[in-house]
């Protein structure tokens, strides 16, 4: 597949956006530019619905902007949407025919379903739910959807934005005490009017700029030690403390909140109480961010018609297909790394030295399989490459706390350093959690020994308690010295964290002819 470049250009009530994506040759989507501009156009569409000469002069000049970067790419195809704004525009014609007139562009204005279903369709392709609740709310309204086992089951677009609420009951800057009561009576009795959104009790998933600003001041009011915004987990009461600190600030001070684009600073307020009114009626409390949405879920369409993407797949398993490609992982190897891994936790579970569960089983499968793939960068210092790499990366379909926990098994070298690289996150464990997992960090590094040539020779294991000591047989199909040299130089980390001496035996398959 050679590499290809596609441009989406969103004309939203509140932004415009252009955003090129390149379609690597492994198939991996990355952004190659991000453009935007606050045009606020949903500002210039008048009492009577009408978009105004000021509002079509920067909806065209922006588009003139755009047009000189997307020439300078050689693009497979231009996608070209618009949204509520112009959508509800009585003019709506005569603005289509100016811009393919005076540009190098189509636009295709998008239903409130298509606006809605795009956005769901992003966030089932990035994320691990099968359950929930999608909202994107724009400048000019606000979509809605409820999916169950990842399939579309209602959707609703409201004729309210971010912008149109400040517009609608906001005098000045931002809104008073008074009128954040008035948004909040208002949008609660919006949202009470479909029956389905009433106490799913399941995770709300929020796209959009507003929803990054958001998680952008928790981040920073946190001191959030991750880079990436995407599948990051708040609580209600988190969204409630916010509003709580923002809303006695005047508007000078609101600009300058660190995380809040200055851009959103008289919207944020309008927009956390959409949030809030959200979260009450579904019965939940957590909020989650997908930045992933419409302009992905356009790409993802598109991609689809051009039979290059296929949809509803594992999340997770595309993105660790991603990682083995990105990395050159040797799939036959890692893969016999997984299965040896699983075998022996499993092996030390049956023997009544831990015990895992569902989540864990899952964790120790994909750490296992890009297990040191740091190693790729720098052998000698792989670990470490590791971690990082893996806690920095953005990873669809795996929230932030499994990330972490996956980089510390992936890049389990020692007690030392798993604790190094732990310290940071601790406070986001709790009692022994770290402890349980540094036993699976040993446990996946001691299967790694067990390939250490990476000829696969390993064709069974058994653990034996032999009361005081425990005995690791290993029958093999070649010989194994290299991995025995291995295995005795690392069986320490297990050992340390089972509290048990291990002894090694390696013997011969009965249908191997080692000589």
Same mark, same amino acid.
């Given at each position: ?356 569960? &569902?989540?864990? !089983? ?5 750490? +296992?399989?890009?297990? %040191? =793939?740091? @190693?790729? /960068? ?63 960090? &040993?446990?996946? !590094? ?5 390939? +250490?040539?990476?000829? %696969? =020779?390993? @064709?069974? /294991? ?54």
């Amino acid at each position: 597949m050679k590499t290809r470049y596609y441009a989406i250009i969103d004309i939203g009530s509140n932004t415009m956006r252009l955003v090129v994506y390149l379609r690597d040759k492994n198939g991996r989507i990355k952004e190659k530019e991000n453009v935007k501009v606050v045009a606020r156009l949903r500002n210039y569409l008048t009492a009577e619905g009408i978009l105004d000469g000021q509002g079509i002069r920067i909806l065209l000049k922006t588009l003139h902007s755009f047009q000189e970067v997307t020439r300078y790419y050689e693009l497979e195809e231009t996608t070209c949407v618009a949204t509520a704004t112009v959508r509800h525009a009585k003019n709506q014609q005569d603005i289509l025919d100016m811009v393919a007139k005076e540009t190098d562009f189509t636009i295709r204005v998008l239903s409130d379903y298509e606006e809605a279903y795009l956005g769901y369709l992003a966030v089932t392709n990035s994320m691990p739910f099968q359950d929930g609740i999608t909202i994107d709310i724009g400048g000019g309204s606000t979509e809605l959807t409820y999916f169950k086992d990842r399939q579309l089951q209602f959707y609703h677009s409201f004729p309210f934005g971010a912008l149109s609420l400040k517009r609608q009951f906001v005098a000045g800057d931002k809104p008073t005490a008074e009128e954040l009561d008035q948004i909040h009576t208002y949008v609660y009795g919006q949202l009470q009017t479909l029956e389905w959104l009433a106490d799913k009790q399941l995770p709300v998933i929020a796209i959009g700029g507003s929803a990054r600003n958001v998680v952008q001041i928790h981040q920073e009011k946190v001191g959030y030690p991750l880079a990436g915004l995407h599948q990051y987990k708040m609580k209600k009461q988190d969204i409630e403390d916010m509003e709580a600190e923002l809303a006695p600030l005047d508007f000078a001070e609101l600009q300058k909140v660190d995380g809040l684009s200055k851009d959103r600073a008289d919207i944020i307020l309008p927009a956390m109480q959409v949030f809030r009114c959200l979260l009450d009626i579904v019965g939940t409390t957590d909020f989650v961010l997908s930045r992933k949405g419409l302009r992905d879920g356009l790409l993802y369409e598109v991609l689809r018609r051009r039979d290059q993407m296929t949809l509803f797949a594992d999340v997770l398993e595309r993105s660790f297909e991603e990682l083995a490609k990105d990395f050159e992982i040797d799939r036959a190897h890692a893969l016999e790394r997984q299965g040896t891994a699983l075998q022996l936790a499993e092996l030390v579970e049956g023997l009544g030295l831990a015990e895992w569960n &569902a989540n864990d !089983k899952f964790l120790v499968r994909y750490a +296992a399989f890009v297990y %040191n =793939i740091g @190693a790729y /960068i720098d052998t000698e210092s792989g670990n470490q490459h590791t971690f990082y790499l893996l806690a920095n990366r953005t990873i669809d379909g795996l929230l932030h706390k499994d990330r972490i926990i996956l980089a510390l098994l992936a890049s389990f070298k020692n007690k030392s350093f798993y604790n190094r690289n732990a310290e940071v996150f601790r406070s986001w464990f709790k009692g022994e959690e770290l402890a349980h997992y540094r036993l699976l960090g &040993a446990i996946i !590094k001691l299967a790694n020994s067990l390939h +250490a040539t990476k000829r %696969n =020779i390993v @064709a069974g /294991i058994e653990l034996q308690d032999e009361g005081g000591d425990l005995v690791l047989i290993v029958t093999c199909n070649k010989d194994w010295q290299a991995e025995k040299y291995q295995v005795e130089k690392q069986k320490k980390h297990l050992e340390k964290q089972l509290r048990r001496n291990i002894q090694l035996v390696f013997r011969e398959d009965a249908h191997s002819n080692i000589s």
